[in-house]
């Protein structure tokens, strides 16, 4: 993940803006290391990008604490395939679907909950995002859940009110881990 989003950043060079605005998370340390060599760069301060779609770092640590074996799947991620259905499908490409099926179970063992985020508006999920997301809950036998989403992360984002969710790097500043502890 790392290596596109600096080879995007790059391109980026003779941009005559001020920010670049990464609407990641730090995301498994997937963006450790990005940095702007002319441009400041604006990152929301959360581990996980649910919290952008939940709203705030404060949400999804309410929803961490209440049940920390959460699957969250977004209308996005459905269409692009990261639902455990869709990644069972591409396991069913290099295993025979046994072991596929397996593989996927064993991953997610410790999750109790698939939690489907409505976004609400033009992002509204239609019944077969439901249906899809339903179905994962089956297959993994777990409970299925929907909660409301909210855009209030992405607003402050591309509204410029970078408070205390946000990290600002300056040109040339690298991307570390320790900018995000303490959340």
């Given at each position: 993940m790392k290596d596109v989003i600096q080879e995007e950043m790059d391109r980026a060079e003779e941009w005559e803006g001020d920010y670049i605005i990464l609407s990641y998370g730090l995301c498994s340390n997937g963006i450790v290391g990005v940095k702007s060599k002319s441009h400041s760069v604006v990152i929301p301060r959360v581990h996980d990008c649910i919290a952008l779609f939940l709203g705030s770092w404060d949400?999804?640590?309410e929803e961490h604490t209440k049940e920390p074996g959460t699957y969250y799947l977004t209308k996005g991620w459905i269409e692009e395939g990261k639902s455990p259905l869709g990644i069972y499908e591409e396991y069913s490409q290099r295993y025979d679907k046994d072991t596929a099926e397996?593989?996927?179970?064993?991953?997610?063992k410790n999750y109790t909950r698939i939690a489907l985020v409505d976004m609400g508006n033009d992002l509204s999920l239609s019944e077969t995002h439901r249906e899809h997301a339903k179905e994962n809950a089956r297959f993994l036998g777990l409970r299925y859940e929907e909660m409301r989403g909210s855009l209030e992360f992405f607003?402050?984002?591309v509204r410029g009110m970078w408070d205390k969710d946000f990290v600002i790097l300056k040109p040339g500043e690298e991307l570390t881990q320790n900018l995000f502890l303490g959340l």
């Amino acid at each position: 993940m790392k290596d596109v989003i600096q080879e995007e950043m790059d391109r980026a060079e003779e941009w005559e803006g001020d920010y670049i605005i990464l609407s990641y998370g730090l995301c498994s340390n997937g963006i450790v290391g990005v940095k702007s060599k002319s441009h400041s760069v604006v990152i929301p301060r959360v581990h996980d990008c649910i919290a952008l779609f939940l709203g705030s770092w404060d949400r999804y640590m309410e929803e961490h604490t209440k049940e920390p074996g959460t699957y969250y799947l977004t209308k996005g991620w459905i269409e692009e395939g990261k639902s455990p259905l869709g990644i069972y499908e591409e396991y069913s490409q290099r295993y025979d679907k046994d072991t596929a099926e397996w593989v996927i179970k064993e991953e997610l063992k410790n999750y109790t909950r698939i939690a489907l985020v409505d976004m609400g508006n033009d992002l509204s999920l239609s019944e077969t995002h439901r249906e899809h997301a339903k179905e994962n809950a089956r297959f993994l036998g777990l409970r299925y859940e929907e909660m409301r989403g909210s855009l209030e992360f992405f607003e402050k984002m591309v509204r410029g009110m970078w408070d205390k969710d946000f990290v600002i790097l300056k040109p040339g500043e690298e991307l570390t881990q320790n900018l995000f502890l303490g959340l």
